[in-house]
T-cell receptor
Framework: GAGVSQSPSNKVTEKGKDVELRCDPI?????LYWYRQRLGQGLEFLIY????????KSGLPSDRFSAERTGESVSTLTIQRTQQEDSAVYLC???????????????FGPGTRLTVL | RKEVEQDPGPFNVPEGATVAFNCTYS??????FFWYRQDCRKEPKLLMS???SGNEDGRFTAQLNRASQYISLLIRDSKLSDSATYLC?????????????FGSGTRLQVQP
């Protein structure tokens, strides 16, 4: 079965441009997450969707970052007016959305490597 | 202070060795604990959940000490294929707070 897919795999952009990153979760997974991983560092949580609502946006670093999700499928993370410090790998994960977090395994996509020049 | 702290390593060990990784977490409200594995330039993958009583999966054993806020991972009989970065991961379990908090990872290099 298909896993989580993300596109593009790599994105190089100029400072000040807007970028859109896409995530296709595993079919049937109601929960979707975005994380960011800077070089040599751990993953940082950005936002969590349950269905198409976002109960937890606490990790979005600034108002330049936004995300939306269509139903229980595709999500798009948008970064406006990109800065060099936005350079990172952006990882999407999905899970069944089970009540017990301990059993609700998050499966990660391969990520989008964003480089802001 | 980071929420989840790990020794970054690298740990360089010969094949067949036993190696242990430690992790501490700062939020006493943390409820769920995991070890993930991340290969170079790849996405993280769940290795195992960590239960209060400790749990074992083949050559891997995980332990949790809630009083000390400490998690460990033991790998016995190391294989070359175990070379990767091991991520300690926690979740507070608050309602609606499903985000995982990741440590920076401990790098393991198993040598022939």
């Amino acid at each position: 079965g298909a896993g989580v897919s993300q596109s593009p795999s790599n994105k190089v952009t100029e400072k000040g441009k807007d970028v859109e990153l896409r995530c296709d979760p595993i079919s049937g997974h109601t929960a979707l997450y975005w994380y960011r991983q800077r070089l040599g560092q751990g993953l940082e949580f950005l936002i969590y969707f349950q269905g198409n609502s976002a109960p937890d946006k606490s990790g979005l670093p600034s108002d330049r970052f936004s995300a939306e999700r269509t139903g229980e499928s595709v999500s798009t993370l948008t970064i406006q007016r990109t800065q060099q410090e936005d350079s990172a790998v952006y990882l999407c994960a999905s899970s069944l959305g089970l009540a017990l977090i301990h059993t609700d395994t998050q499966y990660f996509g391969p990520g989008t490597r964003l480089t802001v020049l | 202070r980071k929420e989840v702290e790990q020794d970054p390593g690298p740990f360089n060990v010969p094949e067949g060795a036993t190696v242990a990784f430690n992790c501490t977490y700062s939020n006493s409200a943390s409820q769920s604990f995991f070890w993930y594995r991340q290969d170079c330039r790849k996405e993280p993958k769940l290795l195992m959940s960590v239960y209060s009583s400790g749990n074992e999966d083949g050559r891997f054993t995980a332990q949790l000490n809630r009083a000390s806020q400490y998690i460990s991972l033991l790998i016995r009989d190391s294989k070359l294929s175990d070379s990767a970065t091991y991520l300690c991961v926690v979740n507070t379990g608050d309602t609606g707070r499903r985000a995982l908090t990741f440590g920076s990872g401990t790098r393991l290099q198993v040598q022939p």
